[in-house]
């Protein structure tokens, strides 16, 4: 319904009347700037955004903070206002923002070389594919096929798994799982596909992370009986698995090693080749190097992007030559993949982990958000559960005062915003994620927070007014 589209400028940050509602992200996107009071050169760019970029291009959030600049895990709007970072980039930025040693290396590595080598060699291909291999330090690791994009990686990744069983054609993915907007990696995302080649299996979801079972219950059995179920009714057409680490999208679900570690079983037992999507969760973001690690897999291609540039767009599929080697010239390649920018990154976040303690870091202050989120958690009767692992966390938001779930969600967002603290837009329509860089020290992790709770208090005084008390 065209009506129902906004055909000015929504104005969002005054509260003090009750004229402000937070719209839903389709209104507020549906070709109209977002305004935010105080923002001036802010607003400017986002109108010229709107004006110049298509909607489609952008994720929905209610803020759409501009950056002028980043350092650490802090960030500054033209207006000189700093935000704690919260999201990482979308789980990008894992030494957070211009690490100094991470740019001191990476300009090393750069030099003279070109920025595209499509028909060339560059040798600092040769070490990032090297190195990665030997962190990775697992038997079946033998083979890098990059890719410039995390959906581009799965799809490499199919494709290579097609080649090894050119004969079966049946491809399984767990249920709910993001893996990409775009062809075969579309696909497979969430628990309906277009494709007639896909099966789904349930993805193990807990509500709260402290409901986590550590072993199998009877009614868990299920997972079994559904990959045999398929296996009789396909016999020898079941060419791949494909899953993730934890459902990031979905509202951040962490299952229990076990029921990883069974996929990756039935799997190794019936010859299926077993994809591990950890765009997401590589290179320290769960508490571990590699969440395959953690979890005790097993994997036959692992397909890595994000966290594994700190920000370059590089991804990179890692696994067994016999799989990955069957493909011909050409029919992987693309203009930007192992791109030496790329590469020159991979090496200098590599050098920058293993000088630096941030997998200590990152599994230390897990425990410390964790405790903080729970303490938000009985402080305000708006928030539900929270789920995660290392610095990738999930926090719930229910309906209050009137409002729904999505509404309230989004206004945490953006009251988040107003003090201090830079948040994505809800993940499954209300599910807010805290996931700062890996870095980020034990103050600031406090300091974060504070600023969280007194977004939150704002939003608390709802209940009593049916209006927002002003920020």
């Known amino acids: 319904m065209a009506s129902q589209f906004l055909t000015h400028t929504q104005k969002i940050g005054t509260f003090t009347t009750n004229q402000y509602r937070i719209q839903k992200g389709a209104e507020l996107m549906a070709g109209t700037p977002i305004y935010i009071e105080n923002d001036d050169r802010s607003n400017e760019i986002r109108k010229q955004i709107v004006d110049l970029i298509p909607k489609s291009h952008k994720t929905y959030t209610s803020t759409q903070l501009v950056v002028d ?18 999201s990482s980039g979308v789980l990008v930025a894992n030494l957070g923002h211009n690490h100094p040693y991470f740019e001191e290396q990476y300009a090393s590595y750069i030099g003279n070389l070109p ?28 083979r890098v096929l990059w890719s410039a994009c995390g959906s581009s990686g799965i799809i490499k990744a199919i494709w290579s798994a097609l080649h090894y069983h050119p004969d079966r054609h049946i491809i399984l993915s767990t249920k709910y799982g993001f893996h990409g907007k775009k062809g075969l990696a579309g696909d497979i995302t969430g628990e309906k596909s277009t494709n007639p080649n896909v099966r789904w299996i349930d993805f193990i979801m ?26 009789r009714e396909y016999p020898n057409q ?3 698995l494909v899953t993730e680490p934890y459902l990031g999208a979905k509202g951040s679900f962490h299952p229990p090693s076990w029921y990883l570690r069974q996929l990756n079983d039935w799997c190794n037992e019936n010859n299926v080749v077993f994809i591990l999507d950890e765009v997401q969760s590589c290179h320290g973001r769960t508490g571990e190097m590699y969440a395959f690690q953690k979890h005790g897999l097993d994997p036959d291609l692992i397909v890595m992007g994000k966290g594994i540039g700190n920000g370059e767009p590089i991804c990179a599929v890692v696994g067994r030559a016999d799989i990955l080697d069957l493909m011909d010239y050409g029919e992987a390649s693309d203009t930007f993949s192992g791109n030496p920018r790329g590469c020159a990154a991979v090496v200098a976040a590599l050098d920058t982990f293993e000088k630096f303690p941030i997998v200590e870091n990152c599994h230390k202050m897990s425990e410390i958000v964790a405790d903080q989120l729970y303490k938000l958690i009985e402080e305000f009767e708006f928030l539900g559960q929270a789920r995660g692992e290392g610095l990738v966390w999930g926090l719930e938001i229910n309906a209050y005062a009137g409002k729904s779930a999505n509404e309230i969600a989004n206004e945490s967002v953006l009251q988040a915003y107003h003090h201090g603290i830079h948040l994505i837009g809800p993940l499954a329509g209300n599910v807010l994620r805290i996931s700062p860089p890996l870095i980020i020290s034990h103050a600031e992790v406090i300091e974060g927070f504070n600023r969280l709770y007194k977004a939150f208090d704002v939003i608390s005084s709802m209940k009593n007014n049916g209006n927002l008390k002003p920020y």
Do not use: C
């Open 69 to 86: 600049r980043a350092e650490g895990v802090r960030l500054w709007n033209p207006e000189g206002r700093e935000f704690i970072d919260f």
């Open 115 to 142: 920025r595209n080598a499509y028909n060339m060699l560059t040798e600092i291909e040769v070490t990032a594919a090297k190195r990665l291999i030997k962190n990775l330090n697992h038997k079946k690791m033998e």
């Open 206 to 231: 807990f509500a709260d992370q402290r409901d986590v079972r550590e072993h199998p219950s009877d009614q868990d059995l299920r997972i079994g009986q559904q990959l045999d179920a398929l296996k």
């Open 238 to 240: 079941i060419s791949m």
